[in-house]
Structure formats: structure tokens, C-alpha cells
């Protein structure tokens, strides 16, 4: 066993000391240091993950900046136009309205014409003279001078006078004519080195109550005047003639006063949706009533009578006898209303589809120019899904129709309604009865 002086052991005993404090010193200091480099390392993943989310943030700025410039690019010459728009609209004296029917009238008055003639009269010797006639309006259609305008503007013209806005005026010739839609084409030849402002047609099937319209035309001979309004009503059925009912007509508030007819009735964009035509009115001026030939019927009417010279219309081939009260009671029939089918054709589509004339002939009319007719035949009642009471009612329920068309023909036929399938045929060769008579079948009766 070793032994150890006092002073050894103090001696020894320090040195342990010494050597626990500087491991311990070199343990906190080896800890203090592996704290700072974790954290050291975690202060430069979040420098580097902020410098990252920076990085990006400013990709995404960039992106967004290019996005907003190009869409910027795409809407600023809108905004600038709403703008100048609103600007102008700011700066100007007219209210929308006002500049809506000013675009209207700039774009369509130089396209409607005055439409005056001249009419074959006598002077107190009896002997022929001109005189004038009446007046009207008309639309140019066609570059080529073709004009759309009424029958009644034209009627018994021996001579027809267009002037156009500037005061230029041409002769007129009559292309075609049709009673039924009071519809007419004429045509003037304009020099070569002049070129037309026309009218565009419009969409009549989609006309709605309360929608503006506008009306220019020549009434009392005051030359390409302007009315508006609204469509008052629309599908009106107006008798125009004793032998004539237009169906689907527009009625419209927008004033139409004679000369008016044939000028255009236009939509706010300056399109054609139908043809002034006639007012309703005791005094003869316009009293908020008025009628116009709806474009959809004008536009096919229109373009057979250039084509063809008259309308391509689908008919029966019957000789039709208007019913009246005094044949009811001397045919011993139940009905006084409807066509009498005094006789039909044969071969053809009437006769074949089993429509059935009259054998009995029988004089009508007036006793110094009477008119035989046959009794016992067919009395049409109906067409489709229109009435037939009187004759304006069977020509209007027809005026839509083209050869080859089949409609369903409701007839009274003893004492009870049939109702027939028949495909009409093209060209009308049996005249009514009150243009003339055919071949007699026997000795007639006085009616």
C-alpha cells in the first residue's frame, strides 16, 4: 500500500478539479458550439426558404404584371371608346333616343322615294286628257332601280313619276302587281354614274308588342318625312277591299298619313319589317291606327313578282260562288255563309281529292247582266285552321300558299262538315263567278 502525504493528496485533489472543470468547460463549451451551428444552419434554411418564397413571389408578380398588361392591352381601346362614348354622349345635345333615330334616318331617307301619276281622265267634251293621280312612297330594294311599294299608289297610273332624294326624277314601269297583298314592283332605269342607297329587309316573325318603330314617307307630298312609334299589335286581319282581307298585318302608333303608303316601316337598325299600307281613321289622317304588310309576306311577294311578273300562289281549281241568304233559301240549305263550289276542273288535284261541283244551273245576279251558276256543289267552310265565311276570306287563306302545298279543306256537303286533304295545283284556269260564265250544263233557272 502506497501512502500519500497531506500535500500530495491537496495537490492531486486540485489537479482532479482542474482537469473535471476544464472537461466540463470543454463539454459545455463542444454543446454551446453544436448549438450554434444547428442553429446557424437553421437561421440559413430559413434565409434560404424566405429567399426562395421571395424569388418566387416576384416570379408570380412578374407573371401577374404581364397578365394584367395584356389584358389592359385587350380592354384599353374599349375603355377608351366607352370614353370617348360617354364623352361624346356627355359633350352632346341629343339624348340616345334622338341619336338613334338621327343614325336611322341618315341611313335609310335616300333610299324611299316619292311616287307621284298621272291618270287618264275626260274634260266636258268627252275626250281623253291626263290628269294627275294620286301619291305615295316607295322603297328602293335593288341597286338595279327596282322599287317596292302598294297597288293602290299605282292603280290606273298611265304614267308613273319617281323622285329621289335629290330631287332627280325618273319614269316608272310596273314589274308586277298583286291585289292580294297590295304589293307592287316598279322599276326606273338611274344613270350608270349613280349608285342607289337601298333598304335592307328586316325579320317580321319576331316583332314584339311595344317594340319602336320608325316610318318615313312622303305624306300631303312632304318628301321623306320621319314618325315614330311602337308595334301596337301584330297578326291583324284587315279587310282592304270588298274581295281582299291581309292578314298578319302590323299595327303600329308611329303616324302614317296619306302618301304614306309604300314607304318603309324600319326597325332601330334601319331594316325593312314591313310596308305602311293604310290607316284606320274617319278623318282620313292618321289617328293612331295604322297598318303595315308585314316583310315576310312583302319579300316572297316581292320577289316572284320580279321573277315571275305575278305571285307563284298555290289555288283550287273551282269556279267559287260567294253564299249569300237568298241561294241559302233557294238551295233549301242550313248555311248562308261560305264558297260555293259551283264547279271544279277536271283532272284536277280539287277534283281528285273528291271536292264536288254543282249540277244544277241556276241564273245569278242582277236581271240585265245575270251570271249562270251551278247548286247542289261543295260549300267550303274552311282552310287549315282559317274560317272561309265570305271570299276575301277564301283569296287570304290561300295568299300564303304555293303549288304543290296540301291543306285541308273543311266542306258542307248534306247537311254535314267533311273535311278534305287536297294538294293545290299551280296555275288558276276556271274564273269566279262574278268575272264571267262557262259552258252552260242546261237550261238555268232564274235564282
Known amino acids: 500500500m502506497k501512502l500519500y502525504s497531506r500535500s500530495q493528496i491537496v495537490k492531486s485533489s486540485l489537479i482532479s478539479l482542474a482537469a473535471g472543470v476544464v472537461l466540463t468547460l470543454s463539454a459545455t463549451a463542444y454543446i454551446s458550439f453544436q448549438q450554434k451551428e444547428q442553429e446557424q444552419a437553421k437561421e440559413s434554411e430559413e434565409l434560404a426558404s ?6 418566387s413571389s416576384l416570379e408570380t408578380e412578374a407573371v401577374e404584371k404581364k397578365a394584367e398588361e395584356s389584358v389592359l392591352a385587350q380592354i384599353q381601346p374599349v375603355i377608351e371608346e ?17 341619336e338613334q333615330n338621327i343614325s336611322v334616318y341618315e341611313k335609310c331617307n ?33 341597286k338595279r332601280g327596282y322599287v317596292v311599294t302598294n297597288v293602290h299608289v299605282i292603280s290606273n297610273a298611265s304614267k308613273i313619276n319617281i323622285s329621289l332624294y335629290d330631287g332627280s326624277s325618273y319614269e316608272g314601269t310596273v314589274i308586277g302587281k298583286d291585289v292580294e297583298s297590295d304589293i307592287a314592283v316598279i322599276k326606273f332605269n338611274p344613270p350608270d354614274n349613280i349608285s342607289l342607297k337601298t333598304i335592307d329587309y328586316g325579320d317580321s316573325n319576331n316583332l314584339k308588342v311595344g317594340q319602336k318603330v320608325i316610318a318615313i314617307g312622303n305624306p300631303f307630298a312632304l318628301e321623306r318625312t320621319m314618325t315614330t312609334g311602337i308595334i301596337s299589335g301584330l297578326g291583324r286581319p284587315i279587310q282592304e277591299s270588298s274581295n281582299v282581307i291581309i292578314r298578319n298585318m302590323i299595327q303600329t302608333d308611329a ?35 295604322g297598318f303595315a304588310v308585314p316583310v315576310s309576306t312583302a319579300r316572297r311577294v316581292v320577289d316572284d313578282l320580279i321573277k315571275y311578273r305575278k305571285v307563284n300562289r298555290g289555288i283550287l281549281k273551282i269556279r267559287p260562288v260567294q253564299m249569300t241568304s237568298s241561294i241559302a233559301r233557294y238551295a233549301g240549305l242550313s248555311i248562308n255563309y261560305g264558297i260555293l263550289v259551283s264547279e271544279v276542273e277536271e283532272g284536277s288535284s280539287a277534283a281528285a281529292s273528291g271536292i264536288l261541283g254543282g249540277t244544277e244551273p241556276v241564273q245569278f245576279g242582277s236581271r240585265f247582266n245575270p251570271t249562270t251558276i251551278y247548286l247542289g256543289g261543295d260549300i267550303i267552310t274552311g282552310l287549315d285552321n282559317i274560317s272561309v265565311r265570305t271570299y276575301a276570306d277564301y283569296t287570304s287563306a290561300l295568299e300564303s300558299k304555293r303549288p304543290g302545298d296540301s291543306v285541308t279543306v273543311t ?13 293545290l295545283d299551280g296555275k288558276e284556269t276556271v274564273s269566279a263567278a262574278r268575272t264571267g260564265d262557262l259552258q252552260e250544263k242546261g237550261q238555268p233557272s232564274m235564282l
Do not use: C, H
Request: hydrophobic share 35%.
Open 411 to 423: 266542306v258542307f256537303r248534306n247537311g254535314e262538315f267533311k273535311k278534305l286533304k287536297v294538294k
Open 255 to 289: 303616324a302614317i298619313n296619306p302618301g304614306n303608303s309604300g314607304g318603309p316601316l324600319l326597325d332601330t337598325k334601319g331594316k325593312m319589317v314591313g310596308i305602311n299600307t293604310m290607316i284606320i281613321s274617319n278623318s282620313g289622317s292618321s289617328a293612331g291606327v
Open 50 to 55: 424566405a429567399k426562395e418564397e421571395s424569388e
Open 82 to 98: 366607352k370614353t370617348t362614348s360617354v364623352a361624346k354622349g356627355y359633350d352632346s345635345a341629343y339624348t340616345q333616343d334622338e
Open 110 to 142: 335616300e333610299a324611299v322615294v316619292n311616287i307621284t301619276t298621272q291618270v287618264m281622265g275626260v274634260n266636258w267634251f268627252l275626250e281623253p286628257v291626263v290628269q294627275e293621280g294620286g301619291s305615295g312612297s316607295g322603297s328602293i330594294i335593288d
